[in-house]
């Protein structure tokens, strides 16, 4: 009896042991990071909202985490190539990716195959901001709202055009979406990101565009652009003017751009929630809810669960837009 006694006890302090060792390591996981620089992977080219959320909020970390979080654009295959490369890269909270409804709600539909799952090998942190879409044409449109582009558009069909900053990107479901409810056919010429596909729609070289607000305003508040509707529920505080397209007609239409922050599947616990806290803290500093104001962007900042969840959501509302759009790859 007093063998079995012992014996239990002794298996009873190695079970206790083995829980204080892993609490340990992951205390240990916590308090070494983050060890050097951070790399946050943006998988677009430059020049987009993507830019803008994701050095925003990089410059704050770096503050508060005391190593410099940087950004790195890594575009190519809809966000693909980057994706691929950060679900592979070492599960230690020092390779980061920026999540965004093309890459994670979009492109497990539209695309046949992908070489790694957005769910499975990827660790949502956070989600960071939305950007309301903004639907705009050349001034050399004959069109000063929805109710008049979609005419025109009726009366042209498939000669007026739109780019976006390529398959599955925002601003092609928005359109895409926009197409479906409205009934139009327009054509859609893809680039390789807002920055590219920006500088034709300027020269008036294509005809419309929807994309996140904080890329277009610059352009919108110079004239270089005008605005025909927003994709939001409710006006825009900074273009009250401007009627949602649910109040032109057509109710219920409502599209963002999200951004949210992953790392590789596997990074330890303890850093995914030091990541969210810190992504918390960074979007209530007064340098980026001013940036973000001034560009209509909206900052988020929720736990690993709710994004998550949030994901799920999307994942259901833009598989079906994919489907009923037919909207395939380039």
């Known amino acids: 009896m007093t063998t079995r006694r012992t014996w239990i006890r002794a298996a009873a302090q190695s ?12 205390i240990s996981a916590q308090s070494d990071w983050p060890r050097k620089s951070i790399r946050l992977v943006v998988p677009f080219a430059p020049g987009g909202s993507s830019e803008i959320v994701a050095r925003s909020v990089a410059a704050e970390l770096t503050k508060q985490l005391g190593h410099s979080v940087f950004v790195e654009n890594k575009p190519g ?3 693909t190539v980057a994706m691929a490369e950060v679900a592979k890269a070492d599960k230690d909270g020092h390779t980061l990716i920026l999540g965004h409804v093309g890459t994670l709600a979009v492109n497990p539909y539209m695309l046949p195959r992908q ?55 925002a601003g092609h479901l928005a359109m895409e979406y926009l197409k479906l409810v409205t009934r139009t056919f327009i054509t859609h010429i893809p680039y390789r990101g807002t920055g590219p596909q920006l500088i034709d729609l300027l020269a008036g070289r294509t005809d419309a565009a929807s ?4 890329a277009l ?27 949602t397209v649910a109040e032109q007609g057509y109710p219920g239409f ?32 007064s ?15 929720n736990s690993p669960e709710q994004y998550a969840a949030f994901i799920r959501t999307e994942q259901k509302r833009w598989s079906e837009v994919v489907r009923q759009a037919g909207i395939k790859p380039d």
């Not at 956070?126 to 879409?133: I, T």
């Not at 340098?287 to 900042?301: I, L, M, W, Y």
């Open 77 to 79: 295959g809809a966000g």
């Open 211 to 214: 994309a996140g607000a904080p």
């Open 15 to 26: 079970v206790c042991g083995i829980a204080s060792l892993a609490a340990a390591g992951r």
């Open 287 to 301: 340098a980026v809810t001013e940036r973000f104001a001034n560009d209509a962007a909206v900052g988020v900042g």
């Open 217 to 243: 305003m610059t352009h919108v508040k110079s004239g270089k652009l005008r605005v025909i509707a927003v994709g939001t529920q409710q006006r825009l505080p900074i273009l009250p003017e401007v009627a």
């Open 115 to 169: 070489s790694y799952d957005v769910d499975r090998d990827f660790a949502p942190i956070s989600l960071l901001a939305r950007v309301p879409n903004m639907f705009v044409v050349h001034p050399s449109v004959q069109a000063v709202d929805l109710k008049s582009f979609v005419a025109l558009a009726r009366s042209r069909p498939g000669q007026l055009n739109y780019g976006s900053a390529g398959n599955g990107s």
């Open 254 to 285: 409502e599209t963002s751009q999200w951004y949210g922050l992953q790392a590789p599947a596997g990074t330890p616990d303890p850093i995914i929630r030091r990541l969210a806290e810190e992504c918390g803290r960074a979007l209530k500093a």
